[in-house]
C-alpha cells in the first residue's frame, strides 16, 4: 500500500484565492482587512515564519504591518504596543509570534490582544468558547488540520482518533475540534505508557510532538490517516539540516491510507487559516456576520 498523499499546499492556494476575493469585495465597502504581526528578537525561524505570513497577506489583498522589536524590548513597552493595535480601526487582527524571549511573559502578552482580534485562538477566552462549543476564533494549525480531513473527505464521526501532543496551541484545541465531529479522542503526551498500542488505533493519528520521526510504521494501523504537524530540522547524518516532520514518511506512507507531507503539508494550511481569521475578524468589524 502507498498512501495517498494529502496535499496542503494546494489546498491553501485554493483558499488563498478565496480570501482574496473576499478581501476584494470587503475593501470595496469601504473595509479593508489589516493583520499586525509583532516579532520580538531575531529569532531565525520567527523571521521566516513572519515573512511568509507578511506576503501571504499581501497576495490576498489584506493590508498587514509588520512590527520588528528588538530582543530587549520591555515588557511594558511590548504591551503598550499591543494596546495600540488594539485600539486601531484599520487593525483587525494581531498575532505575537512565539516563542517570546525569555524575559517576557507569554501568557500575559497573550491575554493583552483584545479577544475580537485574537486570531491566532490563544487567548483564554477564545479557548474557553472553542472548549463549550462556540468559538470566535479556532487554532490556526488545528483549523487547518481539520479543513485538510475535510478536504480528503475523511469521516470522523464514531472515528478512533489519537492526538500525540497536549500543547495548548495544537494538541488539545486540536482534540476538541475532533470531539465536536464525532470523533473519540485519545491525547497522547511524554507520560503516556506503551504510545504504540494507542497509536495503532487509530483511524485518524495527528502527531504534534516536535521529534523527529518518532512516528514510525509499526506505530500506525495499516489504512490510517496520518497528520504531521511536526517541522523538524535532521541534526545528524546524511541529511542533517533537512526538514521533517514527526513521523517517519517514507516507513509510515507505505502503512497509512492517507498522510502529510513535511513540507508541503500542515505548515501552509497554518497559515491560510491565519488568512481566514483575519478575514472574518474584518467582516465582523464591518457588521457584516
Known amino acids: 500500500m502507498t498512501a495517498n498523499i494529502i496535499d496542503g499546499a494546494a489546498l491553501a492556494g485554493r483558499i488563498r484565492a478565496q480570501i482574496a476575493q473576499r478581501a476584494q469585495a470587503l475593501t470595496a465597502r469601504g473595509t479593508r482587512p489589516g493583520l499586525a504581526v509583532v516579532l520580538v528578537g531575531d529569532d531565525p525561524a520567527s523571521a521566516v515564519y513572519v515573512r511568509n505570513k507578511v506576503k501571504d497577506c499581501e497576495e490576498a489583498g489584506i493590508h498587514s504591518v509588520l512590527d520588528r522589536l528588538p530582543a530587549e524590548t520591555s515588557e511594558q513597552a511590548l504591551l503598550a504596543r ?10 483587525h487582527g494581531i498575532l505575537v509570534q512565539l516563542p517570546l524571549p525569555a524575559h517576557l511573559d507569554e501568557r500575559l502578552v497573550i491575554e493583552s490582544i483584545a479577544p475580537d482580534k485574537d486570531v491566532d485562538g490563544f487567548h483564554v477566552s477564545n479557548a474557553g468558547a472553542l472548549m463549550t462549543g462556540s468559538p470566535r476564533f479556532l487554532p490556526c494549525t488545528p483549523y487547518g488540520v481539520m479543513k485538510m480531513l475535510e478536504e480528503a473527505g475523511v469521516k470522523l464521526g464514531g472515528a478512533e482518533a489519537v492526538v500525540v ?6 494538541g488539545k484545541p486540536q482534540a476538541m475540534l475532533l470531539l465536536a465531529q464525532d470523533a473519540t479522542v485519545t491525547i497522547c503526551h511524554s507520560r503516556t505508557q506503551d504510545l504504540a498500542a494507542h497509536t495503532r488505533r487509530a483511524d485518524v493519528l495527528i502527531a504534534a510532538v516536535g521529534r523527529a520521526r518518532m512516528i514510525t510504521a509499526d506505530m500506525v494501523k495499516p489504512g490510517a490517516v496520518v497528520i504531521d504537524v511536526g517541522m523538524n530540522r535532521i541534526p545528524d547524518g546524511p541529511n542533517a539540516g533537512k526538514l521533517c516532520g514527526d513521523v517517519d514518511f517514507d516507513s509510515v506512507s507505505q502503512v497509512a491510507g492517507a498522510i502529510t507531507p513535511v513540507p508541503g503539508g500542515v505548515g501552509p494550511m497554518t497559515r491560510a487559516m491565519l488568512l481566514v481569521n483575519t478575514m472574518e475578524a474584518a467582516e465582523r468589524a464591518a457588521g457584516l456576520t
Request: aromatic share 0%; proline share 6%; net charge neutral.
Open 82 to 91: 499591543i494596546d495600540q493595535l488594539n485600539r486601531d480601526p484599520a487593525i
Open 165 to 170: 501532543g497536549r500543547s495548548n496551541i495544537v
